[in-house]
């Protein structure tokens, strides 16, 4: 069983800690790191458990005070319970103070006396709603502004969890917080959270999840996971980017061969991590050896570019099990630019790196691109992603990678 069923299962499966007493009044955290899937996991295998109680998920991201955090939670309750849905424009709960921590009634920044009624009134049925076995998501955790202080946010979740017995989830990355925050954190979460759960996917069983929302041929499921795991990439929005992306495409391209899918999916990947797609057919020169093209993303640096090439064109750097990690791609590759600075002038003596502006600013910018100089030397060399696929279809996929239409 996969650490996301497992997890599934303690939650709500067959006297699921969620669905028991034991964890009213309590708060528990769902950590992972970011992107791996932890909302939709909530989202799609959790929260559909509580649609028919009181119910809340609450995304902290851009919340700037605890009474908007406050205000969120208790719309979001009445309108689960009334389902209601949309019961207040954006416009109006902008102008709505909350109630506070001890659930009383505050003044009401000058909305119109009815609409103050209307709101109050909503306010005070969402209060008692929290006392019947609510279940609150905070989502984004560590999103919050920072106009929102740990210390005040830990203490209203605990009152929260206290004053209405109600179970409450945090779902975050908890590796984000940094320096004095990160212990303030630290002895927060050993104070307030009751228990603590690693979300931990496969790249398999994330892929798996998301797969089964598509209407994709099964057999392009191993190409397609194939590429991914060539990015060792656990992450759950790229993955609904490409299948999103890729069953879009296939529809008006049903032929494709699975090299074109190879090349379509580890493109737009690419795409996704560093926003580049490789154009080598836009950027010949006659001066690369074995006819290189010259790959466009340094195609303001033409003479650094061609280098590049030319260094990577090497055998040093042919060898597809070569370079087990970008550090070493990159050292051996600045010591070839920096042979061409070599200073051979002085008879007798061993030529010596002559350091110049121009090769400080080359190797400044191949610092600064390494993870795309890393990627397009394991695409081209070590996937040899474009083998077999023709130009045409390079510049078809390449043009609905860059601009969403077909």
Same mark, same amino acid.
């Given at each position: ?21 034991l ?71 902008? @102008? ?13 920044i ?9 709101v ?29 202080d ?9 009152? @929260? ?37 690693k ?104 003479d ?51 350091p ?6 080359? @190797? ?41 239409i077909?």
């Open positions: 069983m996969s650490n996301i069923e497992k997890l599934k299962e303690y939650l709500i499966g067959d006297n699921g800690y969620l669905l028991k007493e964890s009213n009044g309590k708060a528990m955290m769902i950590s992972g790191e970011w992107g791996s899937g932890k909302t939709h996991f909530w989202k799609n295998k959790i929260e559909p458990k509580f649609k028919k109680q009181p119910y809340a998920y609450v995304s902290l991201y851009g919340k700037t005070s605890i009474a908007s955090i406050e205000n969120d939670l208790y719309m979001q309750i009445y309108s689960n319970v009334n389902k209601e849905g949309d019961f207040i424009s954006k416009a109006s709960s902008t @102008l709505i103070t909350t109630y506070a921590r001890v659930f009383k009634p505050v003044s009401i000058d909305a119109g006396e009815s609409e103050k009624l209307v109050e009134s909503k306010h005070k049925k969402a209060i008692k709603s929290l006392q019947k076995n609510a279940v609150i998501c905070f989502d984004d955790f560590e999103r919050k502004s920072k106009d929102v740990l210390n005040d946010l830990f203490g209203f979740i605990t009152q @929260l969890a206290l004053n209405f017995n109600c179970k409450i989830v945090l779902i975050l990355n908890s590796d984000v917080f940094e320096g004095k925050e990160k212990k303030l954190f630290a002895d927060l979460k050993e104070k307030s959270v009751s228990k603590f759960f979300f931990n996917p496969s790249a398999e069983n994330l892929f798996e999840i998301i797969f089964n929302k598509y209407t994709l041929d099964e057999k392009h499921k191993t190409i397609i996971l194939n590429a991914i795991n060539e990015f060792s990439l656990l992450n759950a929005r790229i993955y609904e980017n490409i299948l999103e992306s890729f069953q879009e495409y296939s529809q008006k391209n049903p032929e494709m061969t699975e090299q074109e899918i190879g090349y379509f999916v580890l493109a737009l990947i690419n795409f996704n991590l560093f926003h580049i797609v490789f154009k080598f057919y836009d950027y010949s020169d006659p001066s690369l050896e074995n006819n290189f093209n010259l790959p466009s993303f340094f195609a303001e640096q033409k650094l570019t061609i280098k590049l090439v030319n260094s990577l064109s090497n055998p040093f750097f042919q060898s597809r099990d070569k370079f087990r990690t970008q550090l070493e791609l990159i050292d051996l590759l600045k010591n070839f630019i920096s042979s061409d600075y070599k200073n051979t002038n002085e008879p007798n003596k061993k030529a010596e790196t002559k110049t502006e121009k090769l400080t600013e080359d @190797l400044k910018i191949v610092n600064k691109y390494a993870d795309i100089i890393w990627s397009y030397w394991r695409l081209e060399t070590k996937l040899e992603y474009r083998k077999d696929v023709s130009e045409e279809s390079i510049r078809k996929i390449n043009n609905f990678i860059e601009t969403g077909l």
